[in-house]
């Protein structure tokens, strides 16, 4: 598939089939991830596949919390509103882990280490395009305590669980979210 069709045609999805995502499928979707640029190509990341429903349930909980915890602090309505229940649905969750210690020479800088994690993000969107290449749909997921996921999926050292990748068939088509046109985002410097 053209590689412009699958960035237009990947959307954030909220609703999936049970259908089990093949392994063959997730090392597709990861072998594509470990081919994102890192710093000093020190490759920070790993991943946790999780495909046990008792540990999704565990996920779930924790993003519920998470959730209520944001709505009380916030007072944003739409967070009340946020139904997490697809997560239980999921057929795969895929922890994007990053490790601190492998960031690149912004750990001389005044702002400290970040790389790391922008070599993690790389890695995350890699793997939302591969998927939509082979047909399955993605969310990425972040609601949810660091430390807490850290402990649930059994993640050692100073590694952080940054994002977990919801992976699967949709169920309904997700709607088109609106974007800022190219006008509105970029200045030339000529
Ligand atoms: C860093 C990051 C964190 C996100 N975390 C969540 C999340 O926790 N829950 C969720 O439903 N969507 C999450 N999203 C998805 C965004 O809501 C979504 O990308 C955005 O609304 C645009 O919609 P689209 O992906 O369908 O184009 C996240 C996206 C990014 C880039």
Redesign the pocket.
């Known amino acids: 598939m053209d590689l412009f069709t699958v960035i237009k045609d990947?959307?954030?999805?909220?609703s999936f089939l049970p259908d089990p995502v093949s392994d063959a499928d997730i090392e597709t979707i990861i072998g594509a991830a470990i081919n994102a640029p890192s710093p000093l190509n020190s490759q920070p990341w790993s991943f946790v596949v999780v495909t046990a429903a008792a540990t999704k349930e565990k996920i779930c909980s924790e993003?519920l919390r998470c959730r209520n915890f944001l709505f009380e602090k916030s007072g944003w309505k739409w967070l009340g509103r946020?139904d997490l229940e697809f997560l239980k649905n999921v057929p795969a969750m895929i922890a994007v882990v990053g490790d601190p210690k492998k960031s690149g020479a912004d750990i001389f800088m005044e702002g400290g280490a970040g790389a790391w994690r922008e070599a993690c993000?790389a890695a995350?969107?890699t793997m939302?395009l591969a998927a939509q290449a082979i047909g399955l749909s993605t969310?990425?997921?972040?609601?949810?305590d660091k430390e807490n996921i850290k402990q649930l999926l059994g993640i050692e050292g100073e590694a952080v669980p940054l994002?977990i990748i919801m992976v699967g068939k949709a169920a309904v088509p997700?709607?088109?979210?609106p974007?800022k046109s190219i006008g509105e985002t970029v200045r030339y410097l000529r």
């Open positions: 990947r959307r954030s999805c909220r993003a946020y993000a995350v969107q939302l969310l990425w997921f972040t609601m949810f994002s997700a709607p088109a979210m974007r």
